[in-house]
């Protein structure tokens, strides 16, 4: 296992795991549930970690982290061009039927 990164907050942390999976790379979240150490530990130490089983894949798993931190965040609604459902900023599907939602 090799550390890959530190995450800002735990919905951070799964959106770059789901985006290693997607890429076929094995990960964990490590420290999900060290938030309620908070004041007993140092906070540095409880926020989320991605670790990837591989270590050969670092340097593919790093390409894709550089990508995930590149990537603008919409400040406006989707709308779905499947559905037509209006999905929140930031949202990559479509929560209403599962299709991928346009870059911004």
């Known amino acids: ?15 770059l ?3 290693l999976a997607h890429a076929g790379i094995e ?3 490590l420290n999900e549930h060290a938030q309620g150490g908070l004041g007993e530990i140092p906070f540095t ?3 989320p970690e991605i ?6 894949q670092e340097a593919r798993a790093r390409e894709i982290l550089a990508e995930f931190e590149r990537a603008p965040v919409p400040s406006a609604p989707m ?3 499947g559905c ?21």
């Open 17 to 19: 795991l789901h985006r």
């Open 27 to 29: 990960a964990r979240v």
């Open 45 to 47: 130490h409880a926020y």
């Open 84 to 104: 037509g459902e209006t999905n929140p900023p930031g949202f990559e599907i479509c929560w209403q039927c599962g299709r991928p939602l346009p870059a911004p």
């Open 79 to 81: 709308r779905c061009a």
């Open 1 to 15: 296992m090799l550390r890959l990164c530190t995450a800002a907050n735990l919905p951070e942390a799964h959106l």
């Open 51 to 56: 670790w990837i089983m591989e270590p050969e």
